[in-house]
């Protein structure tokens, strides 16, 4: 029998552990703290929270404890979309790292053949969409006699798409009466409930509400960028800032921000879980008394932690729940003075920042990062001292011969400017060319970005729905969608090549007008 460790105050095997330490779990949500260990109780669960709260751990976790190697299918899970099931599946596939345990997603739109062999193979965890499950089992390719724990997830996302009939029929066919079932949904409509009383023993209900958490004197903005080091620097350098904490998932994120920031030239330190109370304490007290800068810090490392005259919160790693980030803008804005707080993100994690948004129930504002001309006008005067300085030391004949010769094809302001660029930027990059040829291919323009929509005029949408859709979700204006070209079954668009990724990510699993539609980059013409 392995050894045990702790997850929070939830006891589970060493191999677990390890694997949720690996992937950046510190502590437990709310929906793992209530969850887990009734699961490993035994008990039927249903579980009423949105996404966004860490409920696949909730259900994931469980699933690497109970689940044994031996090879044939133990645990099954069922999703409404093939999106969702990659996604599970590659989650349970971390958090079983250790185990040794074998997961695989069945979806539509995947060869069947496959699959098939991935079956054969032996896995214990398997991951599906209603349909195509039912094809495996019609064609005896699954079998369900020996599994001992299901799970439907998005239960009510489910029974809209129509999968209720093929839900019961998968119940049906498994026959083990000792089975455990698990059911997550946002919403719990009639005929989840009656699902829920044919099929399901005694279940315990865990229900996460939403409350308002923010803090009133705290303005809230979020900087999108791909480079976040970068940016972070950037931010650092144009904003007036007292104490400043940053927000990292993992011990490995806070160790490698502070080493980066430290490099470059910031005086900043980290608080985890793996330093000793001595050296957290040392970090707290130069932190306190003004000696340091900067704390990055990991979310548990920070609980609980009363600091006066922080005026900014960072979030470098968005984080993984509303709860997590009301936590940390908790820092700033405290005794009745105001603070800020800005989170970064990458495109595709935008809409994760509209899910902490509808849950807190607070627009958080756009902050453009900040331009190379921002920090030169911050910076101007404190250039202008260290040339003055340069000067009255008077030992720069050498370099004065130089600026002699270049006159003689550059204007002496020109010299200078360029002089203060390179001491400011380094030596710049060579310019790469602009592939035109493969902008002419997909039908695009040099900066622009064409994309493919799977909905069209038969499901009744207009530009007014899409337009309105994007910008509201996406925090963008009208005029940067262009060219809207709605056929019979789906709709092309162009927007800037900079925010494409953001609107692929927005529109994934949408839903416009009762129809759930996918987005991509249009392919070439």
Do not use: W
């Amino acid at each position: 029998m392995s050894k045990s460790s702790y997850f929070g105050e939830i006891e589970l095997s060493e191999e677990t552990v390890l694997a949720l330490k690996e992937m950046g779990f510190e502590e437990p949500s709310e929906i793992q703290r209530q969850t887990i260990p009734i699961v490993m109780q035994g008990f039927d669960v249903i579980g009423q929270a949105q996404t966004g709260t860490g409920k696949t751990a909730a259900f994931g976790i469980p699933i690497a404890e109970k689940t044994t190697k031996d090879r044939i299918p133990q645990s099954l899970v069922l999703t409404p979309t093939r999106e969702l099931a990659i996604q599970v599946a590659e989650e349970i596939s971390k958090i079983s790292k250790y185990k040794g345990l074998r997961v695989v997603p069945i979806y539509g739109g995947q060869s069947i053949e496959r699959q098939i062999k991935a079956l054969k193979n032996g896995a214990q965890i398997i991951i599906g969409t209603p349909g195509r499950l039912l094809d495996h089992i019609k064609r005896e390719t699954l079998v369900l006699s020996k599994i001992s724990i299901l799970v439907l997830d998005e239960a009510d996302e489910m029974l809209d798409m129509g999968f209720i009939e093929d839900i019961e029929k998968i119940l049906k066919s498994i026959k083990n009466e000792n089975k455990q079932t698990l059911l997550f949904s946002a919403t719990m409509p009639d005929p989840i409930i009656a699902l829920t009383k044919k099929y399901m023993k005694n279940p315990k209900l865990v229900t996460i509400s939403k409350e308002q958490l923010t803090v009133p004197l705290t303005d809230q903005f979020y900087c999108e960028s791909k480079d976040k080091l970068e940016a972070l620097c950037r931010i650092l350098e144009t904003e007036d800032m007292d104490k400043t904490i940053i927000f990292c998932r993992t011990k490995k994120g806070v160790d490698e921000l502070v080493a980066s920031l430290n490099t470059r030239g910031y005086s900043a330190e980290g608080l985890h879980g793996d330093l000793t109370q001595a050296q957290r304490d040392k970090v707290m007290r130069s932190f306190r008394e003004g000696k340091l800068e900067i704390l990055v810090a990991t979310d548990v490392a920070a609980r609980g932690l009363d600091i006066s005259d922080v005026s900014h919160v960072i979030n470098f790693d968005i984080p993984q729940d509303p709860e997590s980030y009301v936590h940390r803008i908790g820092r700033t804005g405290r005794a009745g003075k105001s603070g800020i707080a800005i989170t970064f993100i990458t495109p595709r994690e935008f809409k994760q920042l509209r899910l902490i948004e509808k849950a807190i129930k607070v627009k958080i504002k756009r902050k453009e990062v900040p331009s190379m001309s921002d920090l030169l006008e911050k910076q101007k005067d404190e250039i202008k001292d260290l040339i003055s300085k340069v000067i009255k030391q008077e030992n720069i004949s050498h370099y004065i011969s130089i600026v002699e010769e270049m006159t003689e094809e550059f204007e002496p302001e020109k010299i200078a400017a360029a002089a203060i660029r390179l001491y400011q930027e380094g030596e710049p990059e060579e310019k790469l060319e602009v592939d035109k040829e493969r902008f002419k291919k997909t039908g695009e323009r040099s900066g622009v970005t064409r994309l493919f929509i799977n909905i069209g005029k038969e499901k009744n949408i207009s530009k007014d729905d899409i337009l309105n859709y994007i910008c509201e979700e996406g925090d963008m204006s009208k005029k940067d969608i262009k060219n809207i070209r709605i056929l019979d079954k789906f709709t092309f668009l162009e927007v800037p090549e900079e925010v494409s990724e953001r609107i692929i990510a927005i529109l994934h699993k949408s839903i416009i007008k009762g129809h759930k539609i996918r987005a991509e980059q249009a392919k070439p013409r």
